[in-house]
């Protein structure tokens, strides 16, 4: 949805301006840039007055806001900093801004809702401020406002206790050739745990001047995910070894892994908020468990033995040079090795996969490397032990085919929005109904969806999940990010100043699993849940627990808000690639001698379908997302058609001649992959010839064998037979080898001459025996003398 009315009398104003311009342009003999686009008119989706190109005349940001949260030992006023520029297509003169503010938000909706309400609902208002007494086109100015928390004789903000404040800042202003108008506001939430004290009111000592502290006698027990995952980056279509370097699509990465990078800095908030000084009773890092995408992990740990960055992803074994990135992949791993020692430690599905998509496409192999697998790869990595049997769904949401691909891996508990369960299950583990009584148990608890939603408006590209319901939707384009992160400041805190409604105050934190938080924003994230925590507002409830919780909430269906269309094709396109890695698996020898196993062999290309169904930055950009997983698909095919090009038949060249009618056939069969594989030859021969199965047979790694397979040919015509290897199940290897047969045998034609001339050989004899024995001239001597 989009924001609604921001104004009180700005259609009025609108029209007053629509109307005076136009006569302006009326009374115009002829028509100058300066008087083109005069006119003025309300916008059907802001009702802000825009110019005729479309565009609004200002553009108000926050840059700044001091508190960001407010608490008994604050300044009794908030200040503001900003800036506004002129984004019309003429000057603006006379920039004035007033600070309001709304009551403060009562239900977790409103934390998204009270952002779009029409600035008439803002009650608490200030006074104009002049800030720039005239703006050219695309010139700007900063400046500082501030307004009172509360005050006895003057404009306030109205803050009387603590809450969770929405406050507004409206800019008005006269553009050239109109009249003056309500041209931009901006919006964002204060969170207020604590009221301090009055100094308007005449009597320090009075109860009014008090500061007015929160109430900590139930406070919300708070478990905190915190997110280490990135977009895939290994190129796609490669399959494991142990000599050669991996590539990776582009050098992104190493950007976001060194100082000041996004992955550096998720790190070091952490590294940084849980050390004594400033979690001395270790509540935080109580409360705090990292959540870590193995394909991440398996990238950063093969980058710090040097890797190449490819020209162009869709030709990952083309062109290359070497990323930059070693020394930061080493030193970023190495900390995050030393911080999962002290710290909670949770793996995500690999690469963020789709549980639903994952259960629409119904292959256990792939099931068991999205949900199973993950853990060992981090324990592997990390040397540790994480936290097993929760599956963090990275869309919030499961459906009926997501749900039973992740019973099928046996007893977990699902974490999912709250919003996407009916009924809510907040506070407490629901077991999930559905599917047959043969299915594992599967248990859901829940993340709250409002705050979910507010923490991914946090940074570089902010978003908007799929859980999150239509009235509760809006363009963040035009939020600053100062202003997004005052939201999920405020989204935090309002579950510990929230009256209690239930038995039990909980509260788990879930930013997106790919998630663009950067600079600032992860210190005064952590920072905020360690002040509620260090005050007493929220306890810390460990991952750990919430993991071992057995159901006490009603039993639960899943359900879904909104989910993107299905794209069967890919899905029906995994399937059947994952099919055959899982056949070239099957065939390929276990070596003892050989480091490089089967499962290594296979696991990277299995890997990449896992994260064609990944979902990260798919709510940022859908349609882009689409077309990368399509592309990753079709280089993923492309590599292992390679692969099993790999192993064929070596057709003899000319024609291939047998010295008898069962004389063998003797062929050559090639592997030129890492590994041994165990095969079977195909024949495809005419009805003439007869050809034995040879059985399955093995191939040596990067070598070849001489195949004897016996046949049988009753014709001497040439033959063409078509010869290819197969996997143990069947699965073609390579392409088919057409070999040209010719045999010196005449087959049953020869046999019938040969009987035939025998039987008149034997009449012509016994014919010349007759006539001697009888004493008379055979006739067939007649004129025959002897000499």
Same mark, same amino acid.
């Given at each position: 949805?989009?924001?609604?009315?921001?104004?009180?009398?700005?259609?009025?104003?609108?029209?007053?301006?629509?109307?005076?311009?136009?006569?302006?342009?009326?009374?115009?003999?002829?028509?100058?840039?300066?008087?083109?686009?005069?006119?003025?008119?309300?916008?059907?989706?802001?009702?802000?007055?825009?110019?005729?190109?479309?565009?609004?005349?200002?553009?108000?940001?926050?840059?700044?806001?001091?508190?960001?949260?407010?608490?008994?030992?604050?300044?009794?006023?908030?200040?503001?900093?900003?800036?506004?520029?002129?984004?019309?297509?003429?000057?603006?003169?006379?920039?004035?801004?007033?600070?309001?503010?709304?009551?403060?938000?009562?239900?977790?909706?409103?934390?998204?809702?009270?952002?779009?309400?029409?600035?008439?609902?803002?009650?608490?208002?200030?006074?104009?401020?002049?800030?720039?007494?005239?703006?050219?086109?695309?010139?700007?100015?900063?400046?500082?406002?501030?307004?009172?928390?509360?005050?006895?004789?003057?404009?306030?903000?109205?803050?009387?206790?603590?809450?969770?404040?929405?406050?507004?800042?409206?800019?008005?202003?006269?553009?050239?050739?109109?009249?003056?108008?309500?041209?931009?506001?901006?919006?964002?939430?204060?969170?207020?745990?604590?009221?301090?004290?009055?100094?308007?009111?005449?009597?320090?000592?009075?109860?009014?001047?008090?500061?007015?502290?929160?109430?900590?006698?139930?406070?919300?027990?708070?478990?905190?995910?915190?997110?280490?995952?990135?977009?895939?980056?290994?190129?796609?279509?490669?399959?494991?070894?142990?000599?050669?370097?991996?590539?990776?699509?582009?050098?992104?990465?190493?950007?976001?892994?060194?100082?000041?990078?996004?992955?550096?800095?998720?790190?070091?908030?952490?590294?940084?908020?849980?050390?004594?000084?400033?979690?001395?009773?270790?509540?935080?890092?109580?409360?705090?468990?990292?959540?870590?995408?193995?394909?991440?992990?398996?990238?950063?740990?093969?980058?710090?033995?040097?890797?190449?960055?490819?020209?162009?992803?869709?030709?990952?074994?083309?062109?290359?040079?070497?990323?930059?990135?070693?020394?930061?992949?080493?030193?970023?791993?190495?900390?995050?090795?030393?911080?999962?020692?002290?710290?909670?430690?949770?793996?995500?599905?690999?690469?963020?996969?789709?549980?639903?998509?994952?259960?629409?496409?119904?292959?256990?192999?792939?099931?068991?490397?999205?949900?199973?697998?993950?853990?060992?790869?981090?324990?592997?990595?990390?040397?540790?032990?994480?936290?097993?049997?929760?599956?963090?769904?990275?869309?919030?949401?499961?459906?009926?085919?997501?749900?039973?691909?992740?019973?099928?891996?046996?007893?977990?508990?699902?974490?999912?929005?709250?919003?996407?369960?009916?009924?809510?299950?907040?506070?407490?583990?629901?077991?999930?109904?559905?599917?047959?009584?043969?299915?594992?148990?599967?248990?859901?608890?829940?993340?709250?969806?409002?705050?979910?939603?507010?923490?991914?408006?946090?940074?570089?590209?902010?978003?908007?999940?799929?859980?999150?319901?239509?009235?509760?939707?809006?363009?963040?384009?035009?939020?600053?990010?100062?202003?997004?992160?005052?939201?999920?400041?405020?989204?935090?805190?309002?579950?510990?100043?929230?009256?209690?409604?239930?038995?039990?105050?909980?509260?788990?934190?879930?930013?997106?699993?790919?998630?663009?938080?950067?600079?600032?924003?992860?210190?005064?994230?952590?920072?905020?849940?360690?002040?509620?925590?260090?005050?007493?507002?929220?306890?810390?409830?460990?991952?750990?627990?919430?993991?071992?919780?057995?159901?006490?909430?009603?039993?639960?269906?899943? /359900? =879904? &808000?909104?989910?993107? !269309? @299905?794209? +069967? %094709?890919?899905?029906?396109?995994?399937?059947?690639?994952?099919? *055959?890695?899982?056949?070239?698996?099957?065939?390929?020898?276990?070596?003892?001698?050989?480091?490089?196993?089967?499962?290594?062999?296979?696991?990277?290309?299995?890997?990449?379908?896992? /994260? =064609? &169904?990944?979902?990260? !930055? @798919?709510? +940022? %950009?859908?349609?882009?997302?689409?077309?990368?997983?399509?592309? *990753?698909?079709?280089?993923?095919?492309?590599?292992?058609?390679?692969?099993?090009?790999?192993?064929?038949?070596?057709?003899?060249?000319?024609?291939?001649?047998?010295?008898?009618?069962?004389?063998?056939?003797?062929?050559?069969? @090639?592997?030129?992959?890492?590994?041994?594989?165990?095969?079977?030859?195909?024949?495809?021969?005419?009805?003439?010839?007869?050809?034995?199965?040879?059985?399955?047979?093995?191939?040596?790694?990067?070598?070849?064998?001489?195949?004897?397979?016996?046949?049988?040919?009753?014709?001497?015509?040439?033959?063409?037979?078509?010869?290819?290897?197969?996997?143990?199940?069947?699965?073609?290897?390579?392409?088919?080898?057409?070999?040209?047969?010719?045999?010196?045998?005449?087959?049953?034609?020869?046999?019938?001459?040969?009987?035939?001339?025998?039987?008149?050989?034997?009449?012509?004899?016994?014919?010349?025996?007759?006539?001697?024995?009888?004493?008379?001239?055979?006739?067939?001597?007649?004129?025959?003398?002897?000499?």
């Amino acid at each position: 949805m989009v924001r609604l009315p921001k104004v009180t009398a700005a259609a009025l104003t609108a029209l007053m301006l629509a109307l005076t311009c136009t006569g302006v342009a009326a009374a115009q003999d002829t028509e100058d840039p300066s008087t083109s686009a005069e006119v003025t008119y309300q916008s059907s989706e802001t009702d802000l007055p825009e110019t005729t190109k479309g565009t609004q005349f200002l553009n108000l940001s926050v840059d700044t806001v001091a508190p960001g949260t407010v608490t008994t030992s604050s300044e009794p006023f908030v200040t503001v900093r900003a800036t506004v520029t002129n984004t019309g297509d003429r000057r603006v003169d006379d920039i004035s801004v007033r600070m309001q503010s709304a009551d403060a938000v009562e239900r977790p909706e409103e934390l998204r809702t009270a952002l779009s309400l029409d600035q008439q609902e803002y009650g608490s208002v200030g006074e104009f401020q002049l800030v720039a007494g005239s703006l050219e086109r695309g010139a700007s100015a900063e400046f500082v406002i501030s307004m009172p928390l509360r005050s006895a004789v003057g404009p306030s903000l109205g803050v009387q206790q603590p809450g969770v404040y929405p406050v507004l800042l409206n800019v008005n202003g006269t553009p050239e050739y109109g009249g003056t108008a309500r041209l931009d506001d901006a919006r964002f939430l204060l969170p207020v745990t604590g009221v301090p004290r009055d100094p308007t009111v005449p009597d320090p000592a009075s109860p009014d001047a008090a500061p007015r502290p929160p109430s900590t006698a139930d406070p919300v027990a708070t478990t905190l995910m915190w997110p280490l995952a990135d977009k895939p980056r290994l190129a796609a279509g490669l399959p494991g070894s142990l000599d050669e370097k991996v590539r990776l699509v582009d050098d992104e990465l190493a950007g976001e892994l060194v100082s000041g990078g996004r992955l550096d800095e998720l790190l070091q908030s952490v590294e940084f908020a849980t050390t004594d000084q400033l979690d001395p009773e270790g509540r935080l890092a109580e409360s705090i468990c990292l959540a870590i995408d193995p394909d991440l992990l398996v990238t950063v740990s093969n980058m710090t033995r040097g890797y190449l960055v490819v020209d162009d992803p869709n030709d990952p074994k083309g062109p290359a040079r070497e990323g930059a990135g070693r020394d930061a992949a080493s030193n970023w791993l190495s900390r995050l090795e030393n911080l999962a020692q002290s710290t909670c430690v949770t793996a995500l599905p690999f690469a963020q996969v789709d549980l639903d998509t994952l259960g629409n496409v119904g292959d256990a192999s792939l099931v068991s490397t999205a949900i199973e697998s993950p853990s060992d790869i981090v324990d592997a990595i990390l040397g540790v032990t994480s936290v097993r049997g929760v599956v963090w769904s990275s869309t919030g949401q499961l459906g009926e085919t997501g749900a039973a691909a992740v019973r099928s891996t046996g007893p977990r508990t699902a974490l999912l929005a709250d919003n996407s369960i009916a009924p809510g299950a907040s506070g407490s583990v629901a077991r999930v109904v559905g599917g047959s009584t043969a299915d594992a148990e599967l248990n859901a608890t829940v993340f709250d969806a409002a705050t979910a939603t507010a923490l991914a408006g946090v940074g570089d590209v902010p978003a908007t999940p799929a859980y999150t319901p239509d009235d509760q939707r809006y363009d963040l384009a035009s939020d600053s990010r100062t202003a997004r992160l005052q939201d999920a400041l405020g989204a935090i805190t309002y579950h510990a100043l929230a009256p209690v409604t239930a038995a039990e105050r909980a509260l788990t934190i879930a930013p997106p699993q790919y998630w663009t938080a950067g600079g600032d924003e992860p210190d005064a994230i952590l920072g905020t849940v360690s002040s509620l925590l260090r005050s007493g507002l929220a306890t810390p409830r460990p991952f750990g627990e919430l993991a071992a919780a057995q159901p006490t909430g009603l039993p639960v269906e899943t /359900r =879904t &808000i909104r989910q993107s !269309d @299905r794209d +069967v %094709d890919l899905e029906d396109r995994v399937r059947a690639q994952s099919k *055959r890695i899982e056949a070239l698996r099957g065939s390929l020898v276990e070596d003892p001698q050989s480091a490089l196993t089967p499962r290594l062999f296979t696991a990277p290309l299995r890997e990449d379908l896992l /994260r =064609t &169904i990944g979902t990260a !930055d @798919r709510s +940022v %950009d859908s349609v882009a997302a689409s077309n990368s997983a399509r592309d *990753r698909m079709d280089v993923s095919e492309q590599g292992l058609d390679a692969v099993f090009s790999s192993v064929t038949v070596l057709a003899p060249g000319g024609v291939y001649t047998l010295a008898s009618e069962q004389s063998p056939l003797l062929l050559v069969a @090639r592997n030129d992959l890492p590994v041994g594989v165990n095969v079977r030859l195909k024949v495809d021969a005419p009805p003439v010839m007869r050809v034995s199965d040879v059985g399955s047979m093995a191939l040596p790694a990067r070598g070849s064998r001489t195949i004897t397979v016996p046949a049988e040919v009753d014709d001497s015509r040439n033959l063409s037979v078509d010869f290819s290897l197969t996997t143990l199940d069947g699965q073609q290897l390579g392409e088919p080898s057409t070999v040209s047969v010719r045999s010196n045998a005449y087959g049953q034609a020869l046999a019938i001459i040969t009987a035939c001339a025998g039987v008149l050989l034997l009449l012509l004899a016994g014919r010349r025996l007759w006539h001697r024995f009888k004493g008379q001239p055979d006739p067939a001597d007649e004129g025959y003398e002897r000499p």
